[in-house]
């Protein structure tokens, strides 16, 4: 599957979807609205960073993806995000 995506990618059909793509991020990315939207999001996060709760939610779901919650168990876990039984 990944050989044919290369191979897609590498044809001219797919560098032309590629360099197209690359000239609208740019034109996104100049983009003044955009430009304050992301200032206003980075906002945001940042507040959201700083709340107590939120952090503690963060820190649960990084636990559980590292596998650190499952230490009381013994287990120190795969760090796969398979969920437990």
């Not at 050989?3 to 609208?24: F, L, M, N, T």
């Not at 996104?28 to 609205?33: G, I, R």
């Not at 206003?40 to 503690?56: H, I, Y």
Request: proline share 6%; no cysteine; hydrophobic share 30%.
């Amino acid at each position: 599957m990944f050989d044919k995506a290369v191979r897609w990618a590498r044809s001219p059909q797919g560098q032309r979807v590629i360099a197209e793509a690359g000239r609208r991020a740019q034109q996104v990315a100049n983009d003044p609205a955009t430009r304050a939207k992301v200032r206003q999001l980075r906002g945001r996060a940042e507040e959201l960073a700083k709340d107590p709760a939120t952090r503690a939610k963060v820190d649960r779901v990084r636990n559980r993806l590292t596998g650190r919650d499952r230490a009381d168990d013994g287990d120190k876990g795969t760090g796969s995000a398979t969920p437990r039984p």
